[in-house]
């Protein structure tokens, strides 16, 4: 098994062309191919956005009995392909249905003078899929013949965002296990990290699975029913069912990032007061000056490698499910794990001082990643 980065990560979503405005938008993603129809893509319309290491592929229906109309009407927009780059997707393939796959796709070659890649796809359960995407030149077309590439016209703007860092998966609670043994076997990956936070009323369990050169990095969280409903209830009940909760994107400069961001419509969490007057006690320090990480409501943390300061957004989605992370590692390999704790006691401290005040929304959203 040879997955080793992801492709690139496929929404299914109500209205293609609204999608594509809002991540061109906010995000800075650039149209860079687009496939239907007259392509060869049956019954729906897809674009494909990139924006320095990242590719998002958007695809919406065209009629009601396509794939993804029956997604969006359950789940509403999200995740539907984590594409996993692989060295050999037909072998690969076939390992992971030995190892109790399902067969979403048989292996397919899409080949012209412009290049050539090799596509699988298979699936723990229908509604989250993996293409196992297996390309002859990293920089070329996305999938020739089936997608054509689109000049956009648009002046390119910076490049903020680097690679898809991980992926958080909200799965019912009682799953967890199953899932990081699916993940083992099917994908080759391997579990690397354990966390069980309580935050208040709510407890949460969290594995993480990644690949040798954590290119790949699934971040797998389940509710402990023994604790009060919080959050990952939420995402649960409005997106009916398990499904990717977060996209993490990496940056090399997370203040640039989180203010053009922020300048250009993207809704960040914003931490309590409290939170940066707890750094020092926590004995963390990185270097971006208190002010900038309380004005933009950056949060930092360290593990036993080094730093990380991260970010998250608020969802743009009706059913407030799927949200967006910027993380900016330097040398940590974890998730920023004392954040849960330290962030949940901040706003402890400043309920005691103000009965009125309330949790971010999305503040205790994710264990650990």
Known sequence: MAVHSV????FFVGDVNQ???YYCGTYGFRVVAEAGPLTGLAGARSLVLAHGGVRLVLTSALHADHA???FVRRHGDGVRDVALRTDDAVGDF????AAGAEA?????????ATGRVTRATIAQTNDLVHSLVQRDDPSGPFLPTRYRPVDDVAA?????LRSVDHLALCLRAGSLETMVDFYQRALGLRHTYDEYIVVGGQAMASKVVQDETRGVTFTMVEPDPVGARGQLNDFLDGFDGPGVQHVAY????IVRAARELRASGVELLSTPAGYYAALAERGIEVDIDTTVLQELGLLADRDEWGQLVQVFTRSPYARRTVFFELIQRLEARTFGSGNIKALYEAVERERAEDPNAAVPAGAVARAGA
Do not use: K, N
């Not at 076939?94 to 249905?97: K, V």
């Not at 390119?156 to 903020?160: A, F, I, M, N, V």
């Open 94 to 97: 076939e390992r992971a249905l």
């Open 68 to 70: 993804a109309s029956r």
């Open 104 to 112: 979403v796709a048989e292996p397919e070659t899409f080949e012209d």
């Open 250 to 253: 990496g940056t090399d400069d």
């Open 19 to 21: 999608a594509s405005h």
């Open 7 to 10: 492709d690139h990560v496929e």
């Open 156 to 160: 390119p703007g910076p490049q903020l």
